[in-house]
């Protein structure tokens, strides 16, 4: 994010009267489109400039009439949870000739439009901006055969693209991640995990296809996300004698007692050689190389119709792409919005398009120059135990005994993280010790070891297999000392919520009486309320806001078709309002009331009138969540019963309190892969901990630095001693002082059309919410 200046604009003073706006799809369809043409919609609208759908993609700019359409503000409600995109998306020949560009632009100024969003991959953004490079020219042209006259040349003499990039690959350069990637990732997942009953039943070998022609992104992640045998993606060609290395290690698996057996294929993977690699291929190798009796393929291509997506992410990109059309002059180059760790930020349209095509001169060229994300995920692979499974690195023993244990409340992603620290950990040459029951297990001795055959299918199970308390050990030093000592533990590992936290505070104070507590010791945020200090992220956030999504859009759903009514959701997460705060932003919620934002009785009915006076547009629906200790007052039960007097005749509310269902079932795919990721370095630290600590044939470790919290800042995994992060905690509320997500609130606010403001920096994004709602007399 830019450096805050002194000078701030208010979002009010970038205004939009005058001016028109068009949203188009193009290229192949992806999930959250919908989402992000929502966003603009609503975004131009609020800032009073006209914002035109253009069906169809280029093709509709070509052939104008009903093609081109302006939006209002209804027409894109309950549009969120709908896949594909709703506007229509066409590959357009005609739009590449100079003529069908003549064409577009012709129906552009008919209708004001220069301001062009363009959602798609990188040829259709591309296209946006040669024909961006061509506007004067072309409106030259039209004047010059009397379509359209000076005045309207002139009035219409500068068009401004800025685009999104849709596309399930995620093979763009310059963002994390592209719309639909996450989507697609969840498909795939839930796929494999369908599959794998059969697999442990027959004691079966699964080959995959996944798409990716150029990019092996999902095929990756994937393969890291359910723990595949083997993976084969185009930037990554395998050696020669791939075949031969590949049943080998399949045969060591079903050696270790496992049943089942995947592999994932990208599309467009090839040898080294150039030549395609496809599941039949690698089929036919399983099958005819490996012991028949052990083995038997079965193929599965996955599509691309996808059911799942947290939509706040493309909401977010909707929202910065019209800011930056707002702040675009003639000199502003064409730029796309893009997804950096937790922010949206601008990028050079064109810069990023040239670093996609160095990537891939020809579909059987390989090539080190990857997108970043893949390059994260590519480190991580490298690190991971299939990895290390498949170059035969050698598992040498050390003295050192490391400990993994689960502390808190159970989320979902705890048992991909403790598969991964035990697996690396084992790699690393340590003996792996699993706790069951937190420390209060600790404390009872509930202490083994745990070998690498013993974490094999966890990564797909919610919950924690190891169990886990919320017992604090500080009762327990005495006895959890002892334990230590018997099982010589060397290294701990916790994974968990605000009481791991507060748990690993407790044992590094009280290193000076207890020498068995000087050993390195590291904790993985996993809490479902994302409310650890320290950690943008926590494992099981990403899975309860999927699954409070999901609910919210079935519970939404039950009004289509019926009486005007208004839904009052309760949500998980203590006093931490993340959950209500971003799973509203992902769902369309018209509120959300939270603890970090003070709310009295006049929020309250002014949220009333305004769902009101929402009804009376022809919308039949409303949704309002509630964190649950936002208010000791204002609980769920009298906001409903509020809602209910203020709407009699208007609409009905209902009341629905989601429970633990939160807590999801099977992990997201990106809880599994923060868990495996996070986990994997967490047990690299210790190892590196382990060594430097290692004196006069004891671990010996009482600095601030040896007693850690791994977490998340923006795109960076940073190891934080844990009294440094005193300062940054509310202990009384189990939350850190300052929240990231804050500042997302004046979005959801916004895209529900209230009136709002926030600060915007000298480049034009989002620094942080300035007020919420109007002062009091």
């Known amino acids: 994010m830019a450096k805050r200046q002194d000078t701030k604009k208010f979002f009010e003073n970038l205004s939009g009267s005058g001016k028109s706006i068009g949203v188009l799809t193009s290229g192949g369809d992806a999930q959250g489109m919908n989402a992000a043409v929502r966003a603009v919609v609503r975004m131009g609208i609020y800032v009073g400039a006209k914002v035109y759908f253009i069906h169809e993609g280029y093709q509709g700019m070509v052939d104008g009439g009903e093609n081109i359409e302006e939006a209002s503000w209804e027409s894109v409600s309950s549009m969120l949870q709908v896949g594909g995109t709703v506007i229509g998306s066409a590959r357009c020949k005609e739009f590449r000739s100079h003529e069908g560009r003549l064409k577009a632009a012709h129906h552009l100024v008919q209708h004001g439009i220069t301001n062009l969003c363009v959602i798609g991959g990188d040829g259709s953004l591309t296209g946006a901006n040669l024909f961006r490079e ?119 698996s079903r050696s270790r007692g496992s049943r089942l057996n995947i592999i994932i294929v990208a599309e467009g993977a090839t040898d080294r050689h150039g030549k395609a690699i496809t599941v039949d291929n690698v089929k036919d190798v399983s099958t005819l190389t490996c012991d028949k009796e052990e083995t038997k393929s079965r193929t599965y291509r996955c599509g691309n119709n996808f059911i799942s997506v947290l939509l706040c992410r493309p909401g977010r990109m909707g929202v910065e792409a019209v800011l930056a059309l707002l702040e675009a002059s003639a000199t502003t180059p064409a730029c796309v919005v893009s997804l950096c760790g937790n922010q949206a930020v601008r990028l050079p349209l064109m810069e990023c398009v040239q670093m996609v095509n160095c990537c891939w001169p020809s579909p059987y060229t390989f090539c080190s120059h990857l997108t970043q994300a893949l390059q994260h995920k590519l480190h991580c692979f490298e690190q991971s135990p299939i990895h290390k499974m498949a170059h035969s690195i050698d598992l040498t023993r050390s003295s050192f005994n490391v400990a993994v244990l689960n502390v808190g409340a159970p989320a979902a992603g705890m048992n991909a993280a403790v598969r991964s620290a035990v697996r690396v950990g084992i790699s690393e040459g340590h003996k792996m010790f699993a706790v069951n029951d937190g420390f209060e297990g600790f404390y009872k001795g509930q202490i083994k070891e745990i070998k690498w055959g013993d974490v094999g299918g966890w990564t797909g199970q919610g919950g924690s297999i190891l169990g886990t308390k919320r017992t604090l050990p500080a009762k327990y030093l005495d006895k959890i000392a002892e334990q230590i000592r018997i099982h010589n533990i060397n290294a701990l590992l916790v994974i968990g919520g605000f009481e791991a936290f507060l748990g690993v505070m407790e044992l590094s104070a009280a290193r ?189 470790a009482n600095t601030e630095d040896t007693a850690c919290l791994l977490g998340m800042r923006r795109r960076a995994l940073v190891f934080q001693p844990v009294v440094q992060l005193k300062e940054e905690t509310d202990f009384v509320h189990r939350i850190p002082k300052e929240q990231w997500w804050l500042k997302l609130r004046p979005l959801m606010k916004i895209l529900a059309k209230y009136k709002t403001s926030y600060d915007v920096s000298d480049s034009g994004q989002l620094e942080h919410v300035t007020r919420i709602r109007p002062k009091k007399d």
Request: hydrophobic letters at 35%.
């Open 134 to 252: 061509e506007w004067s020219g072309l409106l030259e042209e039209l004047v010059q055969q009397g379509n359209i006259q000076m005045e309207a040349a002139q009035n219409n003499s500068e068009l401004h693209i800025v685009g999104m990039v849709g596309s399930i690959d995620n093979d763009f350069c310059g963002t994390d991640m592209t719309i639909g990637t996450d989507s697609a990732l969840h498909r795939i997942i839930e796929v494999v995990d369908a599959i794998m009953t059969t697999a442990q039943s027959h004691q079966r070998t699964f080959v995959l296809e996944v798409m990716g022609r150029h990019c092996g992104y999902l095929a990756l992640v994937s393969a890291l996300a359910c723990g595949a045998d083997w993976v084969l993606i185009p930037e990554m060609p395998p050696e020669d004698g791939w075949e031969e290395q590949m049943c080998q290690k399949l045969s060591e």
């Open 512 to 700: 000076e009486k207890y020498n068995e507590f000087c050993v390195p010791m590291v904790m993985v945020p996993a809490t479902v309320s994302n409310n650890i200090p320290g950690s943008d992220l926590s494992i099981g956030a990403d899975t309860a806001l999927n699954a409070i999504t999901d609910t919210c859009d079935r519970i939404k759903q039950s009004a289509s078709g019926t009486k005007r009514r208004v839904f009052i959701i309760e949500t998980m997460g203590g006093y931490c309002g993340y959950l209500a705060s971003v799973g509203g932003l992902a769902a369309g919620a018209d509120a959300v009331y939270i603890y970090e934002e003070p709310f009295d009785i006049r929020d309250l009915q002014s949220n009333v009138e305004h769902l009101t006076e929402k009804m009376k547009t022809g919308i039949q629906r409303g949704l309002v969540l509630r964190n649950e200790n936002s208010n000791v007052n204002f609980t769920t039960d009298f906001i409903y019963q509020l809602y209910s007097e203020e709407g009699k005749g208007v609409f009905d509310c209902r009341k629905n309190v989601l429970g633990h269902m939160q807590q999801g079932g099977a992990p997201s795919p990106f809880d599994r892969n923060f868990g495996t990721k996070i986990s994997a370095k967490a047990i690299q630290w210790i190892s590196k901990k382990l060594k430097e600590s290692y004196k006069e044939g004891k671990v010996f």
